[in-house]
């Protein structure tokens, strides 16, 4: 998807990361090339063939990642969108987050495209993610949001959506509506903040819950 933005951002990158080059197709112009996962003693462990496009929001998404020489299966499983088979990186609500300042697409590959290969490269070699991972479907939105929130149970997780899609913002002596004898701003005010600025992921996620939650009504947050 062609982007002004990137394409002007990508300059920049081969001077960084050198196996990475500009190439141009169907008038747009991104990053193609070899991207090594080198451990502190400059052991390189492996080497991923990727593309890397703009988004339609850069720098206020994640750009599109692409592993374009199968070196691991292209699937959910693997973090791999099915609908273009571009790399899940993150969770979308949390990549928004990310974002929010705006992202420079060399900081991208440097803080979130090598963590991501580096952990492929682990899941290769040893059958699992190093730091675990999430879920997948509406397991993986409860896992990341209870993480963040950590609500006592389904109604209070839920509740706590609606506060934060009400942009909620006591004043500053305030009690915490969820710990109560605690002020917000000692809890939970810089996470409601933070989801605030994936206001539309929350919109959307929130829905699914909701169904999820009626169907099994007695399923227990950890």
Known sequence: ????????????????????????????????????????????????????????????????????????????????????????VDYPANAKIICKNGLHVSDYIKNYAIPYFANQTFRIREGYYRYGEYSHGVFGKIEYYQSKLKAKNPAELLEMFRFILLDYNPPRTAACPFCHNVKFRHCHRDVFRELQFAKDYLFQDRAHLIAFFHAFPDYKLI
């Open 1 to 88: 998807m062609k982007n002004e933005q990137f394409e002007k951002d990508i300059e920049v990158v081969p001077a960084i990361f050198n196996s990475l080059t500009i190439v141009e197709a169907n008038g747009e112009k991104f990053l193609k090339g070899e991207l090594p996962i080198v451990d502190a003693n400059r052991k390189v462990w492996a080497k991923y063939q990727i593309e890397i496009k703009g988004s339609d929001r850069y720098p206020y998404s994640f750009p599109k990642l692409f592993e374009t020489a199968d070196a691991f299966k292209h699937n959910a499983d693997w973090h791999v969108y099915e609908n273009d088979f571009s790399c899940c």
